[in-house]
């Protein structure tokens, strides 16, 4: 999958590329301010367990926990940090990301990679 963002003017569709790296980079800061370093990968997808229950959520997906579009994901730099995951209310306009812990059972992959890394 090609790296894109939602485009907050019409979610149905991707910003265009130079928009795209823009918001990407203002909800990276953001994330960052709120939390900690994050590693350089631009994630898509996230398979993660909470609270018993499976969730496997993408950017442009709507995340079942709040309803609301996944505009970015990112994994915290240290070593056991987190997975953030970042909609509107959580993790781009105000509020923390939603985080999903990075253990055992949780894959992620990235833009242009074509299956899930385990962590």
Do not use: A
């Given at each position: 999958m090609q790296f894109f963002v939602p485009d907050p003017a019409d979610p149905a569709k991707a910003a265009d590329p130079a928009k795209a790296e823009r918001l990407y980079a203002s909800i990276k800061a953001f994330a960052v301010?709120?939390?900690?370093?994050?590693?350089?990968?631009?994630?898509?997808?996230?398979?993660?367990r909470h609270n018993?229950?499976?969730?496997?959520?993408?950017?442009?997906?709507?995340?079942?926990l709040n309803g609301e579009q996944v505009i970015a994901i990112f994994r915290q730099e240290r070593l056991s940090g987190?997975?953030?995951?970042?909609?509107a209310n959580r993790g781009v306009v105000r509020g923390g990301p939603i985080l999903a812990g990075d253990d055992w059972d949780t894959q992620s992959w990235d833009f242009e990679q074509a299956s899930p890394a385990v962590s």
């Open positions: 301010s709120q939390n900690d370093s994050v590693q350089e990968r631009r994630i898509y997808g996230l398979t993660y018993s229950k499976q969730y496997n959520v993408k950017v442009g997906d709507i995340h079942p987190c997975y953030l995951i970042c909609t």
